[in-house]
């Protein structure tokens, strides 16, 4: 799911949401946001089929596969807690998703591929994992190299970015503090996640 290279717009018309955020994507589905197919039929899924949509709807907006999102689960289940909001939490604090958040990239996708090509660091140490779970205290920045700085000055200056308390970025110095934790306010995802920990505990 993090090298998903299908149509984007489907999946946003799809799932009923923008969870790929391109703006050819965004354009595709203003024009239809019906969901993909011929003759399509407003219909109401079955309690398996809403439950399913919602666990895509996190897969294909955090850019994790199916392995890693249970992995997140049983973390999440294993800590004290609401097991959903652990969920959540644990795909905020992916270093992909704070790049996005604090606008150094336009979209998830765009973040995930600077980081692999080591752009960015972490209290100053270079890291290629976007799925790195940040910590309280942690520090991201873009490299210091002149062409890096030159093009995320300009994607930040067209990233709108997603405000959250639980970051400070920095649009000077190309950075971002990761201040706290995120709590429930701060999920930038439209998602009933309970019905995916149901879903996953089966």
Known sequence: MG???GPKAKVNRRLG????????AMRAADRRPSPPGMHNRPKRPSNYGAALMEK???KHYYGIGEKQLRRYFDHAKHSKGNTGENLLTLCERRLDNVVRRAGLALTRCQARQGIVHGHFLVN????DKPSYQLRPGDVV???NRE???ILYRSIHADASGEPAAFLSADPE???ASFDSVPGPEDISLPVD???VVEFMSR
């Open 3 to 5: 090298h998903y290279t």
């Open 17 to 24: 949401a923008v969870i790929y955020e391109s703006r050819g």
């Open 56 to 58: 895509q709807k996190i």
């Open 124 to 127: 100053g140490h270079k890291v």
């Open 141 to 143: 920045s873009v490299r």
């Open 147 to 149: 062409k890096l700085q």
């Open 173 to 175: 110095t190309l950075s």
């Open 193 to 195: 996640v309970n019905m």
